[in-house]
C-alpha cells in the first residue's frame, strides 16, 4: 500500500519562504507524475505545482509560477516545493499526489500560514 506523508508546513511572514517535503512509501515512483496541491480557505482543491520523476520535468500553475519550485530525490522517493516570496494568498492546506490526483492518495495535509 502506497503512503504519501506531507510535512514542513508552518506560519511565515509575507515574502518569506517554506519549504515542504512528501515521501512515497510502498512504491517505485518511475512512470509517474508527481504533484503539489492546494486548498486555500473555502476554495476548492487547486494544482500547484507536478514533476515527471523520471525526467525531471515540472509543471506550475500560473499563480505559483516564478515563486515555487518543486523537486525530487530520486534515492529518497521524496519531492519538495520550495516556495519563496509567500503571500497571504497562499494560505492553504498543501497536499501531496500524483499528477492527475488520485483519490487513494489524498493524506492530511500540512497547513501553510502566511502572515500580512
Known amino acids: 500500500q502506497v503512503l504519501l506523508v506531507e510535512t514542513g508546513g508552518g506560519l511565515v511572514q509575507a515574502g518569506g519562504s517554506l519549504r515542504l517535503s512528501c515521501v512515497a512509501s510502498?512504491?517505485?515512483?518511475?512512470?509517474?507524475?508527481m504533484g503539489w496541491f492546494r486548498q486555500r480557505p473555502g476554495k476548492e482543491r487547486e494544482f500547484v505545482a507536478s514533476i515527471v520523476w523520471s525526467t525531471g520535468t515540472t509543471y506550475y500553475s500560473d499563480s505559483v509560477k516564478g515563486r515555487f519550485t518543486i523537486s525530487r530525490d530520486n534515492a529518497k522517493n521524496t519531492w519538495y516545493l520550495q516556495m519563496n516570496s509567500l503571500s497571504p494568498e497562499d494560505t492553504a492546506v498543501y497536499y501531496c499526489?500524483?499528477?492527475?490526483?488520485?483519490?487513494?492518495?489524498w493524506g492530511q495535509g500540512t497547513q501553510v500560514t502566511v502572515s500580512s
Open positions: 499526489n500524483t499528477d492527475p490526483a488520485q483519490e487513494v492518495y
Open positions: 510502498g512504491r517505485t515512483l518511475n512512470g509517474y507524475r
